[in-house]
């Protein structure tokens, strides 16, 4: 009795071994679920992504240009509104809000950061206009500058000069929203 018992023990031993050693093995060849660095892409997998990059950032230099097509098409109009009623009016004041939201939205994406604030140019003597109708003309010409900068650029350029001209039409707006 003793003898079986002593060989039942040891084989459940021997069991209980072999099994934490096939667990180990098995847990090392999966890689404990995550894939092994040693493993790479299929070619054609690698070429997709690439391709889906590149269609990518196509499309995002295409919005930048279109936001600031869209921009110019709203000063503009602020521009001949002006010039037919010689101020502002209350939609015109919705313009400006959404040309801000434009120039800020362009500036991010030409990968500024901070507030235009702090924009060194401030010192500059045409920075600032005087009155609504300058400003207006202003914000236009600013405007103008920074879409022929824009169409200049390609997706892989970063333009300070673009990015200077964000920050004027900002600061243009925000004159104009300020009702100085």
């Known amino acids: 009795m003793k003898f079986l018992f002593t060989n039942s ?3 459940i031993l021997a069991l209980l071994c072999f099994s934490v050693t096939a667990w180990a093995q098995l847990a090392d060849a999966c890689g404990s679920g995550r894939t092994s660095d040693k ?3 299929p070619k054609n997998v690698k070429e997709m992504l690439f391709k889906m990059q590149v269609d990518q950032a196509k499309k995002d230099h295409q919005e930048l240009l279109d936001r600031a097509e869209e921009l110019l098409a709203i000063t503009d109009q602020l521009e001949k509104t002006v010039e037919s009623k010689g101020d502002l009016t209350g939609p015109d004041f919705e ?3 959404s040309a801000e939201k434009l120039a800020k ?3 991010g994406e030409l990968g500024a950061e901070g507030d235009s604030e702090d924009d060194p140019d401030t010192d500059e003597p045409n920075a600032k ?3 609504r109708a300058d400003g207006i003309k202003f914000l ?3 405007t103008g500058e920074l879409v022929d900068e824009l169409r200049k650029t390609t997706r892989f350029t970063i333009s300070v000069v673009a990015i200077q001209s964000a920050n004027a039409v900002l600061r243009a707006v925000r004159f104009l929203r300020s009702g100085s």
């Open 9 to 11: 023990i040891l084989f």
């Open 39 to 41: 493993e790479e892409l």
């Open 95 to 97: 313009k400006l809000a």
């Open 105 to 107: 939205k362009i500036r």
């Open 129 to 131: 206009p005087t009155g």
């Open 140 to 142: 236009h010409d600013q």
